[in-house]
């Protein structure tokens, strides 16, 4: 199974905020890492968030800190990004990505194991 869904994006005005849910099926995530990446068209695929399985301890990419915030419900197998402050350049697909290494190259796409399909962010006035 092992499936992961994203939900919660949409069309936002610069200066609004979205959150973001991940909703997991067939692994429990709180065994696992999570990441939040973004790809916009036409560049490369980005980490944007980060919170760890055992701590959940959190990390952002310098381009979001102080905007956007991370969070686990381990009771509901979900994990959260709340965005705030949303600019022009944060439009993107968002993707949820699980892996169970605990190393600390937080925002490297090939350590991890499942991905979601990825929901779209657009901000635009």
């Known amino acids: 199974q092992f499936q992961l869904v994203e939900s919660g994006g949409g069309l936002v005005q610069p200066g609004g905020s979205l959150r973001l849910s991940c909703a997991a099926s067939g692994l429990t995530l709180g065994s696992y890492a999570i990441g939040w990446f973004r790809q916009a068209p036409g560049k490369e695929r980005e980490g944007v968030s980060f919170?760890?399985?055992?701590?959940?301890?959190?990390n952002h990419a310098d381009s979001v800190k102080g905007r956007f915030t991370i969070s686990r419900d381990n009771a509901k197998n979900s994990v959260y990004l709340q965005m705030n402050s949303l600019k022009p350049e944060d439009t993107a697909v968002y993707y949820c990505?699980?892996?169970?290494?605990?190393?600390?190259?937080?925002?490297?796409?090939?350590?991890?194991?499942?991905w979601g399909q990825g929901t779209q962010v657009t901000v635009s006035s």
């Open positions: 919170i760890s399985s055992l701590s959940d301890a959190t």
């Open positions: 990505a699980a892996r169970r290494w605990r190393g600390s190259s937080w925002f490297v796409p090939s350590t991890y194991d499942y």
